[in-house]
């Protein structure tokens, strides 16, 4: 099993804040969010959906899952768009201390060890 990680970043490090201008995007007086809307063109558009859709399992920190969860897992296009069936179909881990009880169907919230259950999962194929 290989483990994958999509992150996007500027070129000078910033992380925060990439899709739409949201209330996290300001927190702490971040001023830049929404940086990267408009910016996928066709051959990174397909080369971010196809690599959802060869994944066999996502694993999210707690605000990314919330964030997913509340589109791709609710809102009706998206569930349709290949990202969303991917998202939808495959399990879901969600590190965090404080998730107790995860709405996204098909979803595990790893709380202890995670470096532990990660290895776990992996030498198991995430079944």
Request: proline share 2%; glycine share 12%.
């Amino acid at each position: 099993m290989k483990l994958t990680t999509m992150t996007q970043v500027t070129v000078d490090g910033v992380m925060q804040g990439n899709g739409g201008v949201t209330d996290e995007d300001r927190k702490t007086g971040f001023e830049r969010g929404g940086w990267a809307l408009g910016a996928g063109d066709e051959e990174t558009m397909s080369f971010i959906t196809q690599t959802y859709q060869r994944a066999d399992a996502f694993l999210f920190g707690r605000r990314t899952y919330e964030l997913f969860a509340s589109s791709w897992g609710t809102i009706e296009a998206m569930r349709a768009h290949p990202i969303g069936v991917a998202l939808n179909e495959a399990p879901k881990y969600v590190a965090s201390t404080t998730l107790t009880a995860p709405h996204w169907q098909d979803t595990t919230v790893l709380s202890g060890d995670l470096a532990a259950a990660i290895t776990t999962r992996r030498s198991a194929g995430f079944e």
